[in-house]
């Protein structure tokens, strides 16, 4: 079965240094998104991402935050200046676009996560 | 805006049992609703989904879900609980026609205790 894997799986970083989170979403899906999970709190939203722009952003998705997808098959997240609070797992997700009538089209298939440690 | 509820931060059954988690939800237009378990130091995996049609999903692993509209909930139920079933339980739901981002909104998760 496809699966979106998530490089690393687990990264420890100083406050105030740069990180990139990376993701290779399923190959035919469109749809790309980051949630985080701080530990011991709910999944939440950060950013989706449709043909090469961002779809919508949540309030936590600030300037510190970018994402890009630079060679057609990696989905990154970077940090820029990492804080303490921004120690969580990071999930990948991918889907296909909605609306295309196909049985799963509008389920979101999600990597094993990336957790950031930031000391 | 699209919101999740999951009254019940833990859910204590014992093997053999059935068991319930329960889920509500508030959307502006139509509801898709999903429940997804997470499994100790690992991703988020599908179970099931409601998006129209009966209103009792069928989904891996022995999980059903049913969609009640007037009640705005979407309890998660098993007929027999297993000891493997313990594991984080997250429901979540998108509101198709008033989404443009496609984001789906997760509640806080139910922990489900599943004893021997």
């Known amino acids: 079965e496809p699966e979106v894997t998530q490089t690393p799986s687990h990264q420890v970083t100083q406050m105030g240094q740069e990180v990139i989170l990376r993701c290779v979403p399923i190959?035919?899906?469109?749809?790309f998104y980051w949630y985080r999970q701080i530990l011991g709190q709910k999944v939440e939203f950060l950013v989706s991402?449709?043909?090469?722009?961002?779809?919508?952003k949540s309030e936590i998705f600030d300037d510190q935050f970018s994402v890009e997808r630079p060679d057609g098959s990696n989905f990154t997240l970077k940090i820029r200046s990492t804080k303490l609070e921004d120690s969580a797992m990071y999930f990948c997700?991918?889907?296909?676009?909605?609306?295309?009538?196909?049985?799963?089209?509008?389920?979101?298939?999600f990597g094993a996560g990336s957790r950031l440690t930031v000391l | 805006a699209q919101s999740v509820a999951q009254p019940e931060d833990q859910v204590n059954v014992a093997e053999g049992n059935p068991l319930t988690v329960k889920c509500t939800y508030s959307?502006?237009?139509?509801?898709?609703l999903f429940w997804y378990v997470q499994y100790p130091n690992r991703g988020l995996q599908f179970l099931l989904k409601?998006?129209?049609?009966?209103?009792l999903v069928k989904g891996s692993y022995g999980f059903e879900a049913e969609f009640n509209k007037s009640q705005t909930s979407f309890h998660l139920k098993k007929p027999s609980a297993l000891v493997s079933d313990s594991a984080l339980y997250f429901c979540?739901?998108?509101?198709?026609?008033?989404?443009?981002?496609?984001?789906?909104?997760f509640g806080g998760g139910t922990r489900l205790m599943v004893k021997p």
């Open positions: 997700a991918s889907t296909l676009a909605p609306g295309q009538g196909r049985a799963g089209a509008n389920v979101l298939t």
């Open positions: 409601y998006i129209t049609g009966d209103n």
């Open positions: 959307v502006s237009g139509n509801p898709y």
């Open positions: 190959s035919n899906h469109l749809y």
């Open positions: 991402f449709y043909n090469n722009e961002i779809s919508e």
């Open positions: 979540a739901v998108r509101d198709y026609y008033n989404n443009a981002g496609n984001m789906l909104t």
